[in-house]
């Protein structure tokens, strides 16, 4: 009789549970979320034009949305797989792995590319060493990850973007990823998502819809009298990469074998971006889920990365963009209006990061500023000669990879040495170089020694056991790291912005809600881009993300 008896509240149970599954198909639930990112987005970018945009685009999240306008990253290197990760997850990179663009495993000592997986190669490619990547080294879960969970499979997620990363990490493990190929004009994947290409992807690369811009130039959209960096479109700091140049016009190099680079570099390399996007759209009809479960799109736009790198975020070609890229994204929200319905859709827009001014500008106005280099850690200097005067060796550095120094393990173990003691010296003398204000060591993180300030703590947000070098290096405000010998192979000298500091011009992004059910309002209070992730989520009703430490920002809920 109890078995028979307790059979009753258990199919009750199930019954229950079979309407929360189909939750995702009430009709008050959005059909398609989609999570735009835009690469290298300062918080104060969209509103500094908004005078000068047309309805459709910013505007429309600016005026039918929600807006949260001081919005700032919480760890301390600003990166772009950092903030793609962070954003996917709602987790810092202590949780989520994702410490760096790139690291040395501090186990194997092999440099890691952040999405770099040699047992998924590009599909359609020979397998070559370091070029297959997947979301392998992400440790957390995200949005789409958790929306699959919840509904038993039935959603579908994609994630498109120029830049592998900016494709991958926000994809989740369970989403479908492509990105543009800067060699081929094509946009790929891995093996880890297919064997081979959809139909409609093939039909679209065989299309070739880049190789429209070989006998095109970027030139501005408007006339120069009507933008605010109107006359300084020559400025010696700029990046000259020919045949890109530093004015207008700029050519896109149709006729060189880095045209398809050249177009990432220029408004050109979102419109493609679209393009893709759309295509998807239509052939995946997403936010048209045969289910009634909500689908995921990601979009993630690179060229405000490129350009704020080639030119700095206030030049003109930053501005051009941004108006560009205003009509780009007007463009996709009347093309998701058309498919899905903008009311049928939750929208969300951030950035991964924000950006400095090139410090030759800020030295214009009055402040103190400068570029370090790191080349000559290894081989000469300050941190080598205090080595050899206090070790009797100087080999003791094994390399960098921004922002941290690694120390070479077997050497120090090899002549007796205690690794702690050789961080707190080396970090001692990088304090003393003018640029450097911070210098945190490894075995300080992980005994917890430390001082509470908000530098420190978004160091130690920033720090993974395995992948976090031997020591965080910070510089001063509006000083840089860099590498001299990289941009000299890029062939351009030098660029004029750097980002992946703790700075506030380095965390400083916009948050945007807007469609399905999302109030038109302007927040001015701080949050942080670890709160997409639980937002969204919440708004779902799926659990968040394995790693998630955001707050539900509830002016977003329904």
């Known amino acids: 009789m109890k078995t028979r008896k307790s059979g009753v509240p258990i199919i009750a149970a199930l019954a229950l549970l079979a309407s929360v599954t189909m939750a995702f198909a009430a009709p008050d639930s959005p059909r398609l979320v989609l999570q735009i990112t835009v690469d290298q987005l300062r918080g104060d970018l969209p509103g500094r ?10 505007r429309y999240l600016m005026e039918k949305g929600t807006w949260y ?74 949005i789409p990850d958790e929306m699959l969970v919840h509904n038993g499979g039935r959603s579908r997620a994609f994630s498109v973007s120029v830049k592998d990363r900016g494709a991958i990490l926000p994809g989740g493990h369970v989403g479908k990823a492509f990105w543009f190929s800067k060699s081929s004009g094509e946009f ?34 408007h006339d120069r009298a009507t933008y605010v960096h109107g006359q300084m479109d020559d400025r010696p700091y700029e990046a000259d990469l020919k045949p890109l140049g530093r004015t207008f016009p700029h050519s896109l190099g149709g006729d060189t074998k880095y045209f398809y680079l050249f177009l990432t570099l220029s408004p050109v390399g979102d419109a493609l971006t679209l393009d893709f996007a759309k295509a998807l759209v239509e052939n995946e009809k997403l936010g048209q889920n045969p289910h009634g479960a909500p689908d995921y799109l990601q979009i993630s736009f690179s060229s405000t990365d490129y350009i704020g790198h080639l030119f700095g975020p206030s030049s003109l070609e930053t ?44 030295a214009e106005l009055g402040l103190s500023t400068g570029r370090f280099a790191f080349d000559w850690f290894k081989t000469e200097g300050p941190l080598t000669d205090a080595l050899q005067k206090k070790y009797g060796r100087s080999d003791f550095i094994s390399g960098h990879s921004h922002p941290y120094l ?20 080396v970090a001692d003398e990088l304090m003393k170089i003018p ?83 999302v109030p038109a309002q302007i927040i001015g209070r701080r949050v942080a881009p670890t709160d997409i992730a639980a937002t969204v989520t919440a708004y779902l009703g799926v659990k968040r993300p394995s790693g998630s430490v955001g707050s539900v920002l509830t002016e977003v809920l329904p």
């Open 319 to 362: 501005e051009d963009n941004l108006l560009r890229l205003d009509r780009t994204l007007a463009d996709l929200f009347q093309f998701i209006d058309e498919k899905v319905g903008l009311d049928q859709t939750l929208i969300v827009l951030s950035g991964d990061h924000g950006a400095p001014e090139a410090p030759e500008y800020m």
């Open 69 to 142: 306008t001081d919005a700032h990253y919480q760890h301390a290197n600003t990166e772009t797989a950092v903030g793609h990760a962070t954003l996917a997850t709602g987790a810092d990179p202590s949780r989520h792995g994702i410490v760096a663009n790139d690291w040395i495993d501090q186990g194997s000592g092999a440099f890691v590319y952040n999405t770099e997986d040699d047992r998924h190669h590009i599909v359609g490619k020979e397998p070559k060493a370091h070029e297959g990547v997947s979301p392998r080294n992400l440790l957390a879960s995200t």
């Open 406 to 425: 690694y120390l070479n393990l077997e050497a120090i173990a090899s002549a007796g040495q205690n690794v702690a003691d050789v961080e707190r010296l």
């Open 435 to 517: 640029g450097i204000v911070y210098a945190q060591t490894r075995s300080d993180l992980l005994a917890g020694r430390i001082t509470e300030s908000p530098v420190q703590n978004q160091i130690r947000r920033s720090f993974h056991p395995t992948r976090s070098g031997n020591i965080h290096m910070v510089p001063e405000q509006y000083w840089f790291l860099h590498s001299t010998e990289e941009a000299e192979k890029m062939g351009i000298g030098s660029i004029a912005a750097i980002h992946g500091s703790p700075w506030a011009y380095d965390t400083y992004v916009p948050i945007f809600f807007a469609g399905h059910g």
């Open 188 to 221: 790929v994947t891995s093996t880890y998502y297919y064997d081979d290409y959809p139909a409609w992807v093939k039909q679209w690369n065989a299309a070739k819809p880049a190789d429209a811009y070989r006998d095109q130039s970027w030139d501005l959209l």
């Open 49 to 58: 034009y908004a005078d000068r945009l047309p309805d459709g685009g910013f």
